[in-house]
Structures are given as structure tokens and as C-alpha cells.
């Protein structure tokens, strides 16, 4: 009887339903759909999660190493790190700090610090604060780099940055591959030729050489802001070619189903046909690839911004960090700084194993 009724639920299904169904199978994906959603909701939150200003330096806390937290405090929950000491190098003159266990420094959650803006709102709201802070004292989870910054909070600010790179370069992708993919395939003749000819010139071309002449272009005097979209402009100008391919060819087996003959008897006009007969039907192979190509977004840019060619300070990225972690003797000082690698891989797997996951069910049938 049981069989019976999954059979029918099955057939009655609608065809979000069914990929959600199969969604739900892949383990891995639904772990790495977490994960994504988690690396957002962090980007989200950034100003909010950072512990100091992430632009702020300060020569006389550099190179300090990551500072574990304490929960407990005499068998009651009271989270609190270690204070600072400093100490003058007889060597080098320099001052250096060193962890003093005689002191703890508690910390109090919804504390105040640097002001930002968070939906429209200024605030100096943040989740962890010092209660009795003196002089050299801060919150280090990560440790400091060369200038005294707080790697924890330009890590959380780094990864809004790089996150929203991706997404909207994703975006600027989609709709090109998808509006010139769908012309392409429901007008034919000359503008098929032209439109497939001129993907053909932009696959021929070596994508990393190209990257590297374009951004190198950029006016040094330019905004972080006005970089910022200039590189989102110029991955997404290479990413759409893939997509305008894959659309085309679903346009091409749909364009003499029955469905879209009885639109076209009906008067509607091509627009409408492109996006409210043709497009849905497979829009689950469309969040697929888009899935799959922003992990190659994210990629291009902190490329870039590691070769000193995409954002550039005071802007901060996956890239930008990955920079001070370039230099073998820096790394000798400070391995901390390696750090800023362990979010990339993250991300970029999980988002691989999550189009996998939504390549596999946007089929439902199979």
C-alpha cells in the first residue's frame, strides 16, 4: 500500500519537488549547501563578527600570534583571553608581545567598538568586546599581521568582498549567457552567426593573459568601489560564453515543442516566448551551472588580487590577504597568516559538490 502512495505522490509531484526530493539524497551536497549558506550569513555579518577595525594599524602589535578564548572561569562560564605584555627586544630594540597569564581579560558580548553602517543603520555594535582593556589589549583570534591588523576581522570583511565578487559577477554572467544564448537560438540566420562567431573569438582567446592585460589597464587613481565593479565587469564579460552555449542548444531542441508553437499561434511575442515558456522548463539545469561557475568567479578574482592585478588596498579580499602570505620568510614569523587559504578551499569545494548535487537532481527523471 506504502509503494502504491509513493508512486502516486511521486507522479503528482511538480518538478521543484522532485529535484528537491533528490536533492535531499546527496549528502554531501546538503552539507556543502550549509556550508555556503553559513559563509554568507558570516559576510553578511561581517562588521558585526570583527573584533577591530580591519583597516587599523598599529606597528607596536605586529606579528602577534593567535589568541585561544577561555570560556571558563573558575568553573563559571565567563569567556576571557589573556593579556598582553610587552617586552623590548635586546636585540632588535623592537617591542614584543608575549601572552601574560596573570592577567585575563574578559570579554562581554554586544560590546561597542568601531562604528559602521549595517542596513542603513550606524552602529558600533559588535558581538565580542573587552571589558577591561588596557593599553596593547585586543582580541586576536587569528593573530596580527606586519601592520598590527586584526586578521579575524579583515578575514569576516574579506570574505563579504570576495563572496559578492562572485555573486554578482554570476549575475552580469547569467543574464548575458541567457538573453544572447536565447536570441541566438529562436532568431537564427545572421544573428545566430554573429553571436556564435563572437563566442567563438572569446573562447579562442587565453583567459588568464587576458585577465592580467585588462586589469592591469585600470587607472591607478581610481575608487575601491569603481575597481571593484570593473573587475566584477571583466570576469563576468569572459564567464557568459558557456551558458550562452548551453542555452542555445536547449532553445534549439524546444523551439519545436508543442508548446511553444501553440505561443507562437497565440501571438506572444518572442521576449515572452525566451522567458516565460522556454526558460523555465529548464531553469534547474541554468541554477546548476550557475552554481558550478561561481566558484570559478571567486577563483578569478582572488587570482587577480593575489598578483597585485585585481582589488587593490585599502580594499580587502581573499587575494589581498593571500598576499602577505606569498613571502617564505614572512611565513617563517608569522604561519598564521596561511590562514586566509582555508576559506577559499572551502568555499570553492563546497560549491562544487553543491552544483554536483543540483546537476545530479536537476534530473529527477534519471
Request: glycine share 8%.
Amino acid at each position: 500500500m506504502s509503494a502504491t502512495v509513493n508512486a502516486e505522490r511521486y507522479a503528482m509531484a511538480t518538478q521543484r519537488q522532485l529535484i528537491w526530493w533528490r536533492f535531499r539524497k546527496h549528502k554531501l551536497a546538503m552539507a556543502s549547501l550549509f556550508i555556503v549558506g553559513l559563509f554568507y550569513l558570516l559576510a553578511l555579518g561581517a562588521d558585526f563578527l570583527a573584533t577591530a577595525d580591519p583597516h587599523a594599524t598599529d606597528a607596536r602589535t605586529s606579528y602577534i600570534a593567535p589568541q585561544p578564548v577561555h570560556f571558563f572561569d573558575d568553573g563559571h562560564f565567563a569567556p576571557y583571553i589573556y593579556g598582553l605584555k610587552g617586552v623590548r627586544d635586546i636585540k632588535t630594540f623592537k617591542l614584543v608581545y608575549t601572552v601574560d597569564t596573570s592577567r585575563r581579560v574578559h570579554l562581554t558580548f554586544l560590546g561597542h567598538g568601531y562604528p559602521y553602517d549595517f542596513l542603513g543603520m550606524n552602529t558600533d555594535i559588535h558581538l565580542f568586546g573587552l571589558a577591561d582593556a588596557q593599553r596593547g589589549d585586543g582580541i586576536f583570534l587569528l593573530g596580527t599581521d606586519q601592520l598590527g591588523r586584526d586578521l579575524w576581522s579583515r578575514l569576516i570583511v574579506a570574505t563579504r568582498v570576495s563572496l559578492t565578487i562572485g555573486l554578482v559577477g554570476v549575475t552580469v554572467s547569467l543574464f548575458l549567457g541567457v538573453l544572447l544564448g536565447g536570441i541566438s537560438a529562436v532568431y537564427g540566420g545572421i544573428v545566430d552567426t554573429l553571436i556564435q562567431r563572437s563566442i567563438e573569438v572569446i573562447r579562442s582567446l587565453p583567459t588568464i593573459p587576458l585577465w592580467l592585460g585588462l586589469a592591469a589597464a585600470l587607472p591607478n587613481d581610481w575608487s575601491v568601489t569603481q575597481i571593484y565593479f570593473a573587475i566584477t565587469v571583466i570576469i563576468s564579460l569572459l564567464a557568459w560564453t558557456d551558458l550562452a552555449r548551453v542555452v542555445r542548444g536547449k532553445f534549439l531542441a524546444l523551439r519545436e515543442e508543442d508548446f511553444v508553437l501553440a505561443a507562437e499561434l497565440a501571438g506572444a511575442s518572442q521576449f515572452r516566448i525566451i522567458f516565460h515558456h522556454m526558460l523555465p522548463s529548464f531553469a534547474s539545469h541554468i541554477i546548476a551551472a550557475v552554481s558550478l561557475a561561481l566558484p570559478a568567479m571567486i577563483i578569478s578574482e582572488t587570482s587577480l588580487s593575489f598578483l597585485g592585478l585585481g582589488l587593490r588596498p585599502p580594499a580587502i579580499s581573499w587575494g589581498i590577504l593571500l598576499q602577505d602570505a606569498q613571502n617564505i620568510q614572512t611565513l617563517a614569523l608569522a604561519p598564521w597568516l596561511l590562514i586566509s587559504a582555508i576559506p577559499v578551499i572551502l568555499v570553492i569545494l563546497a560549491f562544487n559538490f553543491l552544483g554536483d548535487g543540483l546537476r545530479d537532481a536537476a534530473d529527477p527523471y534519471g
